[in-house]
Structures are given as C-alpha cells and as structure tokens.
C-alpha cells in the first residue's frame, strides 16, 4: 500500500512534443505528490508539486494533473526539448510524521528516463 | 548559498574496507535521509534521522551505519558486510519528514 507505481520506464519523444509520465498510488493518507528531474550525475531536484485539493497544477512546460477518485497522478511536459531529457522520479507522502513513523517519508517511484530527440 | 554538499563525488574501495561518505547541509533542516541509487532501481532509503541524535532504518539498512551528532551533518558508513556496495547514494534534507527535499550531488562508490 506504500508503493508508486511508475510508467512507461523509459520514453523517448520528438522535440516539440508532448512527453507524459504517469503514477498510481494506493495509500489515500498521501497528501503531497512531488516530481523530481535527475541529470546524470546529479542529485534529484524539485521540479513541481501538487496537494489533492487540486486538479492541475501547472509551472511553464510542465503540468501535473492529479486524479484523486482514480489515485493517479501525472507530469506532462509541453514543447519537449533535447534539455529535458533526465530521469523524471514521482513521489508521494502523508506529511509531517509522528516521531518515529516512517508514514510520512516520501516514496518514490522507479523513474522513467526521457529521452528528447532532436 | 544553502544546500547539500556530499563529499567525495568519487570513492573507490577495497573489498573488506568501511568508508564513510560524508552529507552537509546549511538548510538549517530537521531531517536527513541516505538513498542508494542503482540503474533501473529507483530511489531506495537506507537510514533517515528526524533529529539530532536518533535515526531509523530505512528499507535497506543492512551494511550500513550512520550518526546524527549534529544537526548539519549526517554520515553515511559502507561497512564490510555490504556484499554489493557499488552504487550512486544520495543524501538529502528537509524542514519536516515528508516535504520538499533537496538533494545533494551524490557519491559514486566503487568497489574495486
């Protein structure tokens, strides 16, 4: 009931296309659903955020768009650029936990490498 | 500038040696994590420390050792009895558990 689950693994997309990753959870104590972008090498780094009081989200290029009936979560990013290209990581927690639970850790999904070609 | 700074970027070991990784942050951040990265496996929580002095196991503890002796630093022991420590680890921070982390650079290790 932990679990994000993560699709496709990998994606690779035109540049000027539409790239779309998609998360389910199970768990509805979750209330903040995070995504991370990854260049090699590198840390993860926050990329957008989304609470469940909200259908859609949108920064820029990049939109989440949040399910709470189906328990699903989503990253589109619009105009897709060889630049985007990094392994994208959804997450999800239940916020700020009592000391010493772990429910309110975040979970990450396996990652799905995008691939923007030019 | 605010952040995490882990250190070295590159480790090499020997098989039977510990090494310690080291994870600094001037967030002033309550609570630290170690994550261990392999290709294909995601993000997988080895230790994580809500406040000074205390942390818990995360998923994959075995082989692993940390202390929580400052608020700024949490560091990260590979111990001999890891069998397969050649990973990227990342260590991260945040205001409280669950929200908003920021991550360091990582440490790649290599076990040679």
């Known amino acids: 009931q932990q679990q994000v689950k993560q699709s496709p693994q990998s994606l690779i997309v035109q540049k000027g296309g539409i790239s779309i990753i998609n998360c389910a959870y199970e768990?509805?104590?979750?209330?903040?659903f995070p995504w991370y972008q990854q260049f090699p090498g590198k840390g993860p780094a926050l990329l957008i955020a989304?609470?469940?009081?909200?259908s859609e989200k949108k920064e820029g290029r990049f939109t989440i768009s949040f399910n709470k009936s189906a328990k699903q979560f989503s990253l589109h990013i619009m105009d897709s650029q060889p630049g985007d290209s990094a392994t994208y990581f959804c997450?999800?927690?239940?916020?700020?936990?009592?000391?010493?639970?772990?429910?309110?850790?975040?979970?990450f999904g396996k990652g799905t490498k995008l691939s923007v070609k030019p | 500038d605010g952040g995490i700074t882990q250190s070295p970027k590159y480790l090499f070991r020997k098989e039977g040696q510990n090494v310690t990784l080291s994870c600094e942050q001037n967030?002033?951040?309550?609570?630290m994590y170690w994550y261990r990265q392999d290709p294909g496996q995601g993000l997988r929580l080895i230790y994580y420390?809500?406040?000074?002095?205390?942390?818990q196991k995360g998923d994959i503890a075995e082989g692993y050792s940390v202390s929580r002796e400052k608020k700024e630093s949490f560091p990260l022991t590979v111990t001999s009895a890891q069998k397969n420590p050649t990973a990227f680890y990342l260590c991260?921070?945040?205001?409280?558990?669950?929200?908003?982390?920021?991550f360091g650079s990582g440490t790649r290790l290599t076990v040679v």
């Open positions: 991260a921070s945040s205001v409280g558990s669950g929200y908003g982390y920021t």
């Open positions: 768990n509805t104590a979750f209330d903040y």
């Open positions: 989304i609470r469940p009081d909200v």
């Open positions: 997450a999800a927690s239940s916020g700020p936990m009592n000391y010493g639970g772990s429910q309110g850790n975040l979970i």
């Open positions: 967030l002033n951040h309550d609570a």
């Open positions: 420390s809500q406040i000074v002095n205390d942390f």
